[in-house]
């Protein structure tokens, strides 16, 4: 039999580094320079900005948790207070101190970045507590504009980054066991993954064209060009002085001409006998709207956000609940990759840190992205008298949550008042008979 322990082929090419130059067909666009070209693009352009903040804001918005998963009380209260979550079926935890302590909302926002730029590289700091524990205190993030080498593996795998070295320093190295990688549709050993503006960078590139002739049009045409004439020679000049003074003249309408513009104090000063006229657009100017827009509708259409273009393009807001349905799978999609890399490299190498690699270990999940309707009182209550559901602590301790009320004090916790209206009598008791 085979040895089927080993692998014999490959994933991340002849290189051992991963540099990816034969996958792009488009040079601005082949890494490293992509990544100035996708930060411009989620920077300068509104269309493009709006379609990103709707896809990051709903997966930084819906809560997210700490799943026991079998892990031991004390395993999943480290978890859970290092990274500021609260357990599922418990409720949060009041943080007293926020400074030298992870963020989780800051590193949800960094690591959605993998969606502009393809990648989002962490490197995981840990400190020691009094009782030996190794804590997380940080993830910190390596910006995509300051990786300078991606180190993978024949089989795919990644082994180190580097980042470029500061002043005259050597560059930065950081192998996988420090790494947190998030990396948006990675194929075999590219572990720089894909811009999920790719797709949109030709429509954004024939679009700021269009703007800037639209613009440019606009000035020249919204005010007229102006036009210098200049006045008729006197007969009694010689022909050679003539021709100069036409010269002299038609050297100084020039600037005239040029330096025109509108305005309260507008005006100008011409020889007798000379002229300077506007000349307005003779024709129809070319229509920029439509292109622009439809490159718009182009832009959202590359992120499943067709319904930023209901009102706009062809189609009504009918389509709107369809449209939102595909669009939310694929955040539900993204926020699933963001809780598997955070369990996988997160949680589990905190775990391991202090307990081993035996040592079960929770995981982080979150609630479902627009799919559930809020539970309301009526709701409850009426799950309750209907006997579908029964009170509990776990049941209150969500109920305070949901609704932004705080936790229950055991000591100052009072007794329900009685009811005023006393219950009615069964009705599944059988008749009595009269004798």
């Known amino acids: ?157 990644l082994v180190a980054i580097e980042q470029h070295g500061v002043g005259v320093g050597a560059d930065a190295r950081m192998d996988v066991d420090r790494l947190v990688a998030h990396v948006n549709d990675r194929e075999g050993g590219n572990w720089l993954g894909a811009s999920l503006l790719r797709p949109a960078y030709k429509f954004w590139l024939l679009k700021d064209r269009l703007l800037r002739i639209q613009a440019q049009t606009v000035d020249r045409n919204g005010m007229g060009v102006p036009v210098y004439e200049s006045a008729e020679q006197p007969k009694e ?3 050679e002085k003539q021709i100069e003074r036409q010269k002299d003249e038609l050297r100084e309408g020039k600037r005239l001409a040029q330096g025109f513009r509108s305005g309260d104090n507008a005006g100008a000063a011409i020889p007798n006998g000379a002229k300077l006229t506007l000349k307005g657009v003779e024709g129809n100017l070319p229509d920029a709207e439509k292109p622009i827009r439809y490159y718009d509708e182009q832009i959202a259409r590359a992120v499943l956000a067709h319904f930023l273009n209901l009102g706009t393009e062809t189609g009504s807001w009918a389509l709107g609940s369809t449209f939102a349905d595909f669009f939310t799978l694929s955040l539900q999609t993204v926020a699933m990759e963001i809780a598997d890399t955070t369990t996988q490299h997160v949680v589990e190498d905190l775990v391991d840190q202090n307990w081993g690699e035996q040592e079960p270990a929770p995981r982080v999940v979150f609630d479902e992205i627009g799919s559930r309707h809020p539970a309301t009182a009526e709701a409850i209550k009426a799950l309750v008298d209907c006997g579908a559901i029964t009170p509990d602590e776990k049941l209150e301790q969500w109920s305070r949550g949901t609704f932004g009320m705080p936790a229950a004090d055991l000591e100052t916790r009072r007794e329900p008042p009685a009811s005023s209206n006393p219950p009615a009598p069964s009705t599944n008791e059988p008749p009595r008979r009269e004798r």
């Open 237 to 239: 000049l010689e022909p």
């Open 1 to 157: 039999m085979a040895d089927s322990t080993s692998e014999k082929g490959y994933s991340s090419g002849a290189s051992a580094w991963w540099a990816a130059p034969d996958e792009e067909e488009t040079p601005e666009l082949r890494w490293p320079h992509n990544v100035e070209v996708y930060d411009r693009m989620r920077r300068q352009d509104a269309q493009v900005m709006s379609v990103m903040r709707a896809v990051t804001l709903p997966i930084r918005r819906t809560a997210w948790r700490i799943d026991p998963n079998g892990a031991r009380d004390e395993v999943v209260a480290l978890v859970a207070h290092d990274l500021g979550l609260p357990v599922v079926g418990q409720g949060e935890e009041q943080v007293l101190r926020t400074r030298d302590r992870f963020s989780w909302p800051d590193y949800l926002r960094l690591s959605l970045l993998k969606l502009t730029f393809g990648h989002s590289f962490f490197e995981q700091v840990y400190r020691i507590d009094e009782q030996g524990y190794a804590r997380l205190r940080k993830l910190g993030w390596r910006p995509p504009r300051t990786i300078s080498k991606v180190d993978v593996a024949a089989d795919g795998g």
